[in-house]
C-alpha cells in the first residue's frame, strides 16, 4: 500500500493490538528488572510526548505480566524482553478486549455518540470494583492502564488516587501522560516516573509502517516521518490525506507572525473541510508543537511578558480546538481565531 493513499483513521493499529515496540529498549528494561525482582512498584507514571509509544509500552507490560504471573518462574528470568506472541491467549483477549485481569481507563463516547472530552468519575470508579474482584485475574494480577491521565477530571483523579493509596496486592496501574509534570502531585508522588523521549526517525518511519500496514520504504512515509518530530501518532496523522501539506502550510505562517497573509489564511481554512478530523489534527498539532517549542526555548525566559502571553495564548487555542471537534463546527473561524491570538501575543 503506498502512503500516500493510506487512511490512518480505519487501518491503524490501537495500541492493545500492536505487540511490537521501536525504541524505548532502556524504559522497557527498567519494566522487565523490575518485575524480575519481585518488587515492581504498583504505580508507573510513564510520561513524554504524544504519539511515541507510551501506550504502546504499557500494554506490551500488562500483556506480559498477565502472560507470565509469577515473576520468579524461568520464562520471566530468562526474558530478554517484554514481547509476548500476537497468537499468545493474552494477547488475543488485550487486542479484544476481553481479559478479566486489564482494565483500561480511557475517553468514551456520551449518549449522543460524541466522544467526551474528559475520563469520567463513574468510569475511574470502576477501579474500585476492578481491584476487589477475586476472580479479576485467573494468575491473580490486575493491571489497569489509563489513557491519559491527563484527561481525568478532578473527581475521576480524586477516585483514582484512593486506589492508589492503597493498592491491592498483585495490583499493577500503568498511568500514561503526556505532560506528566501536570498531574496531580498526590498522583504523581504515588507513581514510579518513567520517561520517554521522542523517537528517532528511523524508528518511526518502522513504528507507523508497522501501524499501519504501510512499505517501510514508501517516499511519502520517510517525509512524515522527518516531520514528525520523533512521534509515531504524527506521522500517521501527515499521512492522512492532505495532511502533510497542511502541516507545512500552517507552519510557513506561524514563520511569519506577527504578520498574517489573510489570502493564506483564508486559502488555509478551506483546505479543512467540515467534517475532516484528520486535517484538522495536523493544524491543531502544528500550532501546539510551534507554541511548545517557542515556551521552552533557551531564550524563553528573556521576555517573560510575551511567554506569559503564548502560554495563555495555548490554553485558549486548546479549548477552541476541542470545541471544533467535539460540535463538529467550521475550520475556517477557528484559524482565524488562532492566528489572531498568536499574532497579538507575538508582537
Not at 92 to 105: E, I, K
Amino acid at each position: 500500500m503506498s502512503a500516500r493513499t493510506a487512511e490512518p483513521e480505519t487501518s491503524i493499529r490501537a495500541p492493545r493490538e500492536t505487540t511490537a515496540l521501536f525504541g524505548h529498549r532502556d524504559a522497557e528494561q527498567t519494566l522487565l528488572t523490575a518485575y524480575r525482582s519481585g518488587r515492581i512498584p504498583h504505580a508507573w507514571l510513564i510520561g513524554g510526548a504524544q504519539g511515541i509509544g507510551k501506550a504502546t509500552l504499557a500494554y506490551r507490560m500488562a500483556r506480559f505480566v498477565l502472560a507470565h504471573s509469577d515473576p520468579t518462574a524461568r520464562s520471566v528470568q530468562d526474558a530478554d524482553s517484554l514481547h509476548v506472541d500476537q497468537d499468545h491467549p493474552v494477547a488475543r483477549q488485550v487486542a479484544n478486549g476481553s481479559h478479566g485481569g486489564l482494565l483500561t481507563l480511557e475517553r468514551t463516547a456520551n449518549e449522543k455518540g460524541t466522544m467526551r472530552t474528559v475520563i469520567t468519575v463513574d468510569e475511574s470508579r470502576e477501579t474500585i470494583g476492578f481491584f476487589g474482584s477475586t476472580a479479576a485475574s485467573v494468575g491473580g494480577w490486575r493491571v489497569c492502564v489509563v489513557d491519559t491521565v491527563d484527561e481525568l477530571n478532578a473527581n475521576a483523579s480524586n477516585a483514582l488516587l484512593k486506589i492508589l493509596e492503597e493498592p491491592p496486592a498483585r495490583s499493577l496501574f500503568l498511568l500514561i501522560s503526556h505532560a506528566p509534570a501536570r498531574v496531580l502531585a498526590t498522583i504523581q508522588s504515588r507513581c514510579r516516573k518513567l520517561p520517554l523521549r521522542p523517537l528517532a526517525t528511523e524508528d518511526v518511519i518502522q513504528a507507523a509502517a508497522e501501524a499501519a500496514g504501510l512499505n517501510r520504504s514508501d517516499h511519502g512515509l520517510g517525509e512524515a516521518a522527518d516531520a514528525a518530530e520523533g512521534s509515531v501518532a504524527r506521522a500517521l496523522t501527515l499521512l492522512g490525506g492532505q495532511s502533510l501539506g497542511l502541516h507545512q502550510r500552517t507552519l510557513e505562517l506561524l514563520n511569519r507572525l506577527p504578520q498574517l497573509d489573510q489570502r493564506a489564511l483564508h486559502a488555509l481554512g478551506d483546505a479543512l473541510p467540515l467534517n475532516d478530523r484528520v486535517g484538522l489534527k495536523a493544524f491543531v498539532d502544528t500550532i501546539d508543537r510551534w507554541l511548545t517549542a517557542h515556551l521552552h526555548a533557551p531564550d524563553a525566559g528573556s521576555n517573560l511578558p510575551r511567554l506569559a502571553r503564548l502560554a495563555e495564548v495555548w490554553e485558549k487555542i486548546n479549548s477552541a480546538a476541542r470545541d471544533t471537534e467535539s460540535f463538529n463546527l467550521e475550520r475556517k473561524p477557528l484559524v482565524f481565531s488562532v492566528f489572531g491570538m498568536l499574532a497579538e501575543a507575538t508582537r
